[in-house]
């Protein structure tokens, strides 16, 4: 008995040595900064982050950071509403109860305006006792990205993901009715037509439930390329454009197609009802996130994996707009620990941890990153998804949406127009011509 | 003895209360006081602090579109809602109030959809409800119905989340119902029976008349539940589609929380309240009882 403890005891030290040496081992690549990870040793800082796959990552992470700094992380994950209430309860109180959180970049306008509820990192990235240039390197962060969180030229945050939206098409599908791989706004129309057969299968599915991130997310794209502006001219002259011409024709498009090619009910549609119905093979393309490529080619999840094609989506009289989204990490204003808080973010971001994560997520915040031939080789197995997310990245801007203070009221009151013609409530010209109206009243 | 300690003996019951009085003024008071004063500025995100406006947020609201949809919103799902539950509130109690076998089976799964969190609820019933794959629409497939978008549809979508609402809370007016029916004494029913009362007549000329305090009751913690419902509606259609099921409680939701209007948000909570008040003093008043009223 006394042996087989004795063994025991051996055998447990062995597993904690093997443990600390490959934690040492992870931890060399962070030493390799010119900055003192300790100086804030046994300090604590509260985060709250958003319920998405990047962000159980970085929860991995954590011990890691832990080891190197000595500074105590209470990680908190939360869906998407909770965190907003949470959050900005918080933010507005300036009670500090958070040092990171995490947002829609959208948000970050109104946020930062004075007196600003998120703190600028300008001086903790130009701080050499808190940053190292070389090591972090700056310029590695892709540029659309630092546009992202960049609001009157300071830096609000760090931006996380490189989000953009996809066409995803079941190539089986393609091949069977012999059509090629729409590239206009037409095209996609036809495609959806020949390609409908329900119930079996669904010509395409499109968000439709309100919101700035929801619907009007993948709507602007088809807005855009119809020609349409949300101004006319942001951010100079802020005279909202919605009812042009162009604009209704894009709207009743995204109506029409919707209500002629996807599954019944669309207008309630989130992007959690589009990623099952790709899972489930209900559809047979989609305009949405390109973030679904691992949980749509993951066969444990989905019934369709190793069907799919990617491509840019459909362009039109008014250039090819690919969606743009991210999350953003930022310090709260009102935080008490806002040392820690940046080199924790300054952690995050770095090339090593970036590194790791994207072989999960396939997704990061740098070039150096991206570029990488273990990623490409990860994603190659699936297709065409990263020649196609790459080429797209090539289109991406920050102010795909209009990024100002009052963009989450008036996203959320369009959405509301446009779920409204989705739903045969009103003709698009009713409901854009009253959006346009409320904008009007909004921007006084 | 001291003067300090002959004050506070003989004023105990005074001292007594202060804890409860200090936590109410802070719990409910406060919050509201609060309220009516942000509802006369504005605080948004350009002004980032309060400032004083005086009326303008009410004559907004005057002119605001979305404030009288969702007035009419509120009160269909109100009215229809809490109607429904007490009709059927009423008659399961009364059903319920013989001497039958396995009643507290009965009463066991009445009970349940009122003791599920309302989340749950909302997610259950969005996947009953669903075209493709849900529940109802399976159904109505066996009788030959065409499958129908409950949620997507301006026309069914009230109705549906009205439909929600009256499963989870008809066993509270069930409840409540049934306890009052307990506790009613036996004689006036022994002397009706005598008299050769019909049955209808005994629920006419006794039970109601007995049991209207208890239903007075139960009609007004529903209606000011109703009157601000949120999460089932949030979780079913977000107020739409479009502004169809956009109540009131949903629209200062987003006017508040979403776009940071705090002022008029407090403006529009402040009508609401006003408006439950008057609801509820008016049933009373109908009823001819008395809240205020002290035995």
Known sequence: MKKILLWLLVLAMCISMIASFSLADEIAPYLEANIDWRQFEGETINVAVVHYLDMEEIWKQVPLFEELTGITVNYELLPEEELHQKTFIDLASRVGRYDIISADFMFLPQFAVEPAMIEPLDDFINDPSLTDPEWFDYDDLMPHLMDAVNVDGKIYGIALNTDTSLLFYRKDLFEAAGISVPDTLEDFWNAAEALNNPPEVYGLGLRGLRGQGENIYVWTGFFRAMGAKFFEDFPNDMTPTLNSPEGIKGTQYYADIIQNFAPLGSSNWTWSEVLSALQQGTIAMTVDASDFGPSIEDPEKSTTSGKWGYAMVPGGDGGRWQPFFCFALSINSASKNKGPAWLFLQFVSSKPASNERSLKTWTTMRWSVWERPELQEVMAQYGGYYNALNEALQYVEADYRPRFPKWREMGDKIGIAVESVIGGQKTAEEAMNEVQAEIEKLLE | ?295
């Open chain 2, 1 to 295: 003895m001291g003067k300090f300690s002959k004050f506070s003996t003989r004023n105990f019951h005074y001292f007594s209360l202060l804890p409860v009085v200090i936590t109410l003024i802070f719990l409910t008071l406060f919050p509201i006081i609060f309220t009516l004063f942000l509802s006369f500025h504005e605080w948004s995100v350009e002004t980032g602090r309060p400032i004083f406006n005086g009326l303008a947020n009410y004559i907004n609201m005057i002119k605001d579109n979305n404030f009288w949809n969702g007035l009419r919103c509120t009160f269909t799902y109100t009215f229809l809602a809490v109607g429904f539950e007490f009709i059927l509130g009423f008659v399961i109690a009364l059903l319920l109030n013989q001497k039958i076998k396995f009643i507290g089976v009965f009463r066991f799964f009445l009970i349940l959809p009122m003791v599920i969190t309302p989340v749950v609820i909302g997610l259950t019933w969005r996947i009953m409800y669903s075209p493709s794959f849900g529940l109802i629409n399976y159904f109505l497939s066996l009788l030959g119905i065409a499958p129908k978008a409950f949620l997507s549809q301006p026309q069914t979508a009230m109705y549906s989340l009205i439909f929600t609402d009256i499963w989870q809370w008809t066993p509270f007016m069930f409840l409540m119902i049934y306890a009052g029916l307990q506790v009613l004494p036996n004689e006036p029913y022994e002397a009706a029976i005598v008299d050769g009362a019909s049955s209808f007549q005994v629920l006419r000329y006794i039970t109601i008349p007995l049991l209207k305090n208890i239903i007075v009751l139960a009609i007004i913690f529903r209606t000011i539940d109703a009157f601000f419902s949120f999460d089932i509606i949030f979780i079913l259609t977000k107020g739409g589609p479009g502004t169809a099921t956009q109540t009131l409680n949903i629209y200062t939701f987003y006017t508040g929380f979403n776009w940071l209007n705090l002022g008029y948000a407090a403006a529009i909570a402040t009508i609401m309240l006003v408006i439950i008040v008057s609801i509820v003093f008016l049933l009373t008043r109908i009823a001819g009882i008395s809240l205020m009223e002290v035995d």
